[in-house]
């Protein structure tokens, strides 16, 4: 625009105008030398670049392998939540152990941790892929604790499966049968090398501690001797097994049990087993139904549906022996109230009878 | 006449055209573009995936300023800083061309001097008439010497290159960064790819960097670049003590402007563009003139040339115009400035702030107050933006915009050693990462520690609140961690049970990087904090009597 | 003497009246201006063009979110959804258990643009363990460029510490450079916000957008570390990295974030390298003596069970898994029980 202001410029409005008209040689000579100079000042930037190198600025790992402190803090254990008003008169905080007894805690032993309790929804979080065996056998509750003692640790997991056969079942699901089992009134277990496995009623335990030195050995076998006092539920150690054992002095590898189809028939459940003891295949079985009325049409039904392969030989109310027609062998089974017990494949009827008399003179003295 | 290569020769005729491109006054362009550029690129490449091995402090250690003033201050020359040398022989022999020719803050100050002078004539060449102010930079030159040589530097508020690259750095460089950021944003939301505007030009993979106080530091700057429409080239005139350094050297220069009174017709038309103010029209003023070559150019009866030749006391003025009266006013300033700035009590052994950390390498806090120039390249290099310059309330006046370290913005990374790496003058000695973390020959010495972290309970959540959190035992680095747990179970106040990690310090293991307070989620007021006390590089500032973990083995 | 009107004239006094047509143009166009005006001001909020802001609020910044896409891609038949890499050099563990998982290819086709997630969230040597292999990067970036000749590679983390001093030092930056991929750093405007159906926490939270851009497959790619909050720092917590904004808040509430992560991106595969275990002092380490050298690589299209089998294996710490898992379980990311779906190549 016209007539615009020297204010309203905004930058230098003059051109660059050299007045002069000489120039001089060494001028012309310096400048070119001057530009060469600052190219190689340039080019000596560049050159002190280098490539960037992170070991640089750092430290070789085997300085640190040299260097290496060793972590030799003390830290202190987990402070646990302890309901104000529980604590015990000595001085000693009560812990809380749900079901097990208290005395697992003492001696130095302490609680590493809280009881920790899982039914059959969240088994799987604390056992994962194991979990589907015991739910198989009736599994209702876990409680786990870890006990501790300076570096040694022992950790308790006590099963209920509600019913002892599920416990036995599980116990030789589990491979137990095949190990020495010791038996502690009503217990059975086997040792490890660092706690023991077994059975208590419905409950079914494991202990292990983490190394094999003498007070965690010491630990789990007094931890065994206090398990025996847990009170048990679940209807308890059903009565064949216990006069198989305790009556008739039956080992406890030589006890089986069938839960169902017991010589194939589908009305007869929960059947004990044990050998005769001659030496033979002959076995001794021992059943105790809900009811006499219950045992006698079980009874009943028995020696029918044996009768087909088995020739008659005596058939009364309470009591029954039967021949194989081919075997040869002998099956007798007779009635007590609610109790059928027998023998199956005796040499002869004499051994049969023999054997069902021994069984009714325990029976009596129970 | 057999030409001397030295002897400005005149050519009645003049040379081809395409010679005359190479006149000194576009050689100086080109010099000034080249050492500007040079300059950006060192403030550039002064950045953690950038540094190998480019001569980033050159400049700063090319300085004969810094150089001169840190032997005073300390009575020793560090590392590079004999490189000034280099530029007082340059001086020596074409007088003060450092201020033309090299400067980037001068070619700063003239281009934009340049751009926005819309003068017409006579005022043109008015205003490059010599001014009575313009002693002002000697003083200012000497009161700073004299300072140094009491242990107190203070050279970098003023010095040219330090200046600059403190401006650059701490507000050029993050505002910058910052526009382009936005910019990247906008245009990545519309759907283009943003390109180079997405990773941020001077500081790539950090986010927007802050530095606290960069208003000031950036006013200053604007306000100094502002002045040139008052006063072309005001700092350098007026407040430059480089300048004032180089100038008292150049009434030694061999070569200097020399003006032919025989053909001089008093046209006064030398000064339309003269850069110095240095009355090339008369007697020339040697310790002003900033060998800028435009008046050889301005001349149209060439009686200038720029020559080997005496200095007749008739046609120049050799000397700045500082008497004896002023020399010894400013003598006395500097005296009293000292034990002012330093009697601060601000930054005693027995009353200093909490929040003054020195970066890694930094010597004992006196020492290294004699030796911090401010030129905040380290801040610069600094990949966690942690470094921040120093306001008044860390460090006082005497330590304004010297390097502390503010763990609230970053934190120190374990294995960096950047900016013991680009200090020019030793105030961050330069260190490497085993020194760094007491590994190697420094086993026995152990990590440098830069404070102790402290806990405020008060403020932490699960200390206070019931509330999990250690994110501070997390990021801890030292192996094992210096920040420990108490592990507590309680019931909260809602009736939850709640496992509780309680942090607390163990300051033997503690170096004070600080990333635990960086990291703590109580942002006002940290619940976890670092307080220099402790600090390896000072005796009278030291926490524990023994290291525990030490003392054992 | 008092003055009056005409005493003075000044001759170059021109009167210069306003005519009809120059008063109704200035008028119409007041009007009009004055019209604009009103109604931008007056109009109310839901007319057009309106600027009217009665509750104040209107000018409140809203922030637009994005969602991810599901990177899964169906495994072929029969191949287990977690496979262990066993023996050799880390790079054979690595091509056997991605051989066991169906082959690279099945997953990713040419053409792709790949988002490779490593943890690089600390400043420290490869050996230490706190940050993922190297040298399986640089195999698996490799395989993706020439086995399955994909468009780009990208590798992207938000570190804790200095972002390119971690890239750097952790060897993460010289494998990648190496093997052909591109590192994206985060930077100011790398973030946006991700919106997550069914996540508590980061239902909508800040998310390093910009190296997911058009990306078609994700994979990540872990190391196996202690963690004292949170027990350990595997696969799935790795997405951490990939979140901004004030994520050092969610340690208040570390399983609920963990399991969040899981359903927040959906990876083609997630690797995890089990050969430098960090066991203690996690998730920092620093200490060679806090690392356990492993041989196992393993691959996984399930990361829940593929952190399970980890974190009882590698890590030693038994079946009592990190709560995060179970929650990661509950909201459908994967199942804790490994059992019967992982193959073990030796």
Not at chain 2, 55 to 78: H, I, K
Not at chain 2, 192 to 200: M, Q, T, V, W
Request: with cysteine; net charge negative; glycine share 10%.
């Amino acid at each position: 625009m016209a007539g615009r202001k020297q204010d309203d410029k905004i930058l230098n409005p003059l051109k660059r105008k050299i007045l002069r008209r000489r120039f001089s040689t060494a001028e012309l000579v310096f400048g070119p030398l001057f530009l060469v100079l600052l190219v190689l000042v340039g080019a000596w930037i560049v050159l002190q670049k280098n490539n960037y190198d992170p070991g640089e600025r750092d430290i070789a790992f085997t300085q640190l392998q040299e260097d290496s402190v060793e972590d030799n803090l003390y830290r202190r254990p987990v402070e646990l939540w302890i309901e104000p008003g529980t604590a015990l008169a000595g001085g000693v905080p009560s812990v809380d152990l749900g079901i097990l007894p208290s005395s697992l805690v003492g001696e130095g032993w302490q609680l590493d941790g809280r009881l920790e309790s899982y039914d059959a929804s969240n088994l799987y979080e604390k056992i994962n892929g194991a979990a589907e065996q015991y739910l198989a056998y009736g599994f209702t509750e876990l409680n786990y604790v870890t006990l501790a003692q300076g570096d040694n640790f022992i950790t308790l997991e006590l099963y209920d499966q509600t019913s002892f056969p599920n416990v036995l079942g599980l116990f030789s699901a589990q491979g137990g049968g095949t190990h020495e089992v010791k038996k502690n009134g009503d217990m059975f277990y086997f040792t490890t090398p660092i706690g023991a496995i077994g059975g208590l009623g419905n409950y079914y335990f494991k202990i292990s501690g983490n190394n094999e030195s003498d007070p965690v050995v010491e630990k789990a076998m007094s931890m065994v001797q206090e398990l025996a006092a847990l009170p048990v539920s679940g209807g308890g150690i059903p009565l064949p097994y216990r006069m198989l054992t305790d009556r008739l002095d039956v080992a406890f590898k030589q006890i089986s049990y069938i839960k169902d189809n017991a010589f194939q028939y589908d009305f007869l459940t929960e059947f004990w087993f044990a050998p005769l003891g001659d030496g033979g295949d002959a076995r001794i079985f021992l059943h105790q139904a809900g009811s006499a009325d219950e045992a006698a049409a079980r009874f009943g039904s028995l020696v029918e549906e044996q009768a087909y392969e088995y020739e008659l030989q005596v058939n009364e109310p309470e009591r029954a022996v039967l021949q194989h027609e081919y075997l040869k062998t002998i099956f007798a089974v007779s009635r007590r109230g609610d109790m059928i017990y027998g023998v199956d494949g005796a040499g002869d009827p004499a051994a049969a009878e023999a054997a069902l008399a021994r069984i009714e003179e325990v029976m009596t003295g129970a | 006449m057999t030409p001397n290569p030295l002897q400005i020769q005149v050519q009645p005729e003049g040379p081809p055209k395409v010679l005359k491109k190479f006149r000194l006054t576009n050689v100086r362009i080109v010099s000034q573009a080249f050492f500007f550029a040079a300059f950006i690129l060192a403030v550039w490449a002064t950045w953690t995936s950038r540094l190998g091995g480019y001569p980033v402090s050159r400049f700063l250690e090319m300085d004969p300023l810094v150089g001169l003033s840190t032997a005073l201050a300390t009575g020793y020359v560090y590392r590079f800083l004999g490189w000034g040398l280099i530029l007082l022989g340059v001086t020596l022999v074409f007088g003060r061309v450092f201020c033309n020719w090299m400067c980037p803050y001068g070619t700063l100050h003239q281009f934009i001097g340049w751009l926005v002078n819309i003068r017409k004539h006579p005022d043109r060449w008015k205003s490059n008439y010599y001014k009575p102010i313009y002693f002002l930079k000697y003083t200012i030159l000497t009161v700073f010497l004299i300072m140094a040589a009491f242990g107190s530097l203070q050279i970098g508020l003023l010095d040219p290159i330090c200046l600059m690259y403190r401006s650059l750095a701490t507000a050029v460089a993050p505002a910058s960064d910052m526009l382009v950021g936005i910019l990247g944003n906008k245009v990545d939301w519309v759907g283009i790819d943003p390109g180079l505007l997405d990773p941020l030009l001077f500081a790539p993979g950090s986010q927007n960097r802050v530095f606290v106080g960069s208003f000031w530091i950036g006013l200053f700057l604007a306000s100094l670049v502002g002045m040139n429409l008052v006063i072309p080239r005001f700092f350098c005139r007026v407040l430059c003590p480089l300048g004032a350094l180089l100038g008292v050297l150049s009434r030694y220069s061999l070569f200097r402007i020399n003006r032919d009174v025989h053909k001089c017709t008093d046209c006064n038309l030398c000064l339309t563009r003269c850069e110095g103010a240095s009355d090339p029209q008369g007697a020339l003023r040697l310790s002003e003139c900033f060998g800028c070559m435009n008046c050889i150019d301005d001349c149209p009866e060439d009686a200038l040339s720029f020559t080997m030749i005496g200095q007749d006391k008739k046609q120049v003025v050799p000397g700045p115009e500082l008497g004896r009266r002023r020399l010894v006013f400013s003598g006395v300033a500097g005296l009293l400035a000292y034990p002012f700035i330093k009697n601060d009590g601000v930054n005693t052994n027995e009353n200093y702030s909490a929040d003054l950390i020195r970066p890694p390498g930094s010597v004992e806090e006196s020492d290294f107050l004699s030796k911090c120039i401010k030129c905040d390249q380290c801040i610069n290099a600094c990949p966690t933006n942690v470094l921040q310059p120093a306001t008044m309330d860390e460090a006082g006046f005497e330590g304004l915009w010297t390097p502390v370290m503010n763990f609230n913005i970053g934190h120190c990374q374990l294995k960096c050693t950047l900016c013991s790496e680009v200090c020019p003058t030793g105030a961050i000695r330069k260190i490497t990462v085993e020194e760094k973390l007491g590994k190697g020959d420094y086993a026995e010495i152990g990590a440098i520690s830069l404070g102790t972290a402290f806990f405020d309970r008060g403020r932490c959540l699960p200390h206070a609140m019931e509330i999990p959190c250690v994110v501070c035992e997390e990021v801890c680095p030292t192996s094992p961690k210096a920040i420990q747990t108490v592990d507590v179970e309680a019931k909260n106040v809602f009736g939850e049970i709640v496992m509780l990690n309680k942090p607390f310090m163990v300051p033997d293991l503690c170096i004070g990087c600080g990333i635990c307070q960086t990291e703590c989620p109580v942002t006002d007021s940290r619940a976890v904090y670092v307080t220099p006390v402790g600090e390896t590089r000072s005796e009278e500032r030291r926490l524990l009597l023994n290291k525990r973990n030490q003392a054992e083995a | 003497m008092p003055r009056r009107r005409g005493d003075i004239q000044n001759p170059d006094y021109v009167k210069d009246t306003l005519d009809r047509r120059s008063f109704l143009k200035k008028s119409a166009g007041l009007a009009g201006l004055t019209g604009a005006a009103a109604y931008l001001g007056l109009a109310p909020e839901n007319w057009p063009l309106s600027l009217k802001d009665i509750t104040g609020r209107r000018s409140e910044p809203t922030v637009e979110s994005f969602r991810l896409t599901d990177y899964r891609v169906p495994p072929p038949p029969g191949v287990k959804d977690v496979v262990v890499g066993r023996g050799g050099t880390v790079e054979q563990r690595l091509a056997k258990a991605l051989d066991g998982i169906g082959g690279l290819t099945h997953y990713i086709k040419p053409g792709d643009i790949v988002l490779v997630k490593p943890n690089v969230a600390f400043d420290r040597s490869p050996n230490l363990g706190a940050t993922s292999n190297p040298e399986t990067m640089d195999r698996l970036i490799r395989m993706l460029l020439v086995d399955c000749k994909v468009q780009e590679v990208r590798v992207a983390d938000n570190p804790i510490e200095s972002p390119s001093d971690c890239f750097v030092k952790s060897g993460i930056a010289g494998a990648v450079d190496q093997a052909g991929g591109r590192i994206y750093l985060p930077d100011s405007n790398a973030f946006r916000m991700l919106n997550t159906p069914g996540a508590t926490l980061i239902e909508n939270w800040w998310f390093m957008h910009r190296p997911l851009t058009n990306v078609d497959k994700v994979i990540g790619i872990a190391p196996v570390k202690d963690h004292n909050l949170c027990s350990a720092s595997m696969g799935i917590k790795n997405w951490y990295g990939l979140l901004g904004g004030r994520r050092n808040q969610f340690h208040q509430d570390i399983h609920e974030i963990v399991s969040d992560l899981s359903i927040m991106i959906r990876p083609t595969l997630t690797i995890l390298d089990g050969s430098n275990i960090l066991m203690s002092n996690g998730p920092t380490g620093g200490d060679p003596s806090n690392v356990k050298k492993g041989d196992a690589v393993m691959v996984a299209t399930d990361p829940v069970a593929q952190d399970a089998w980890a974190f009882e294996h590698l890590l030693e710490r038994g079946t009592d898994y990190p709560e995060y898992l179970h929650r990661s379980e509950e909201k459908g990311s994967g199942r804790v029980d490994w059992r019967g779906r992982l193959e073990e190549l030796v």
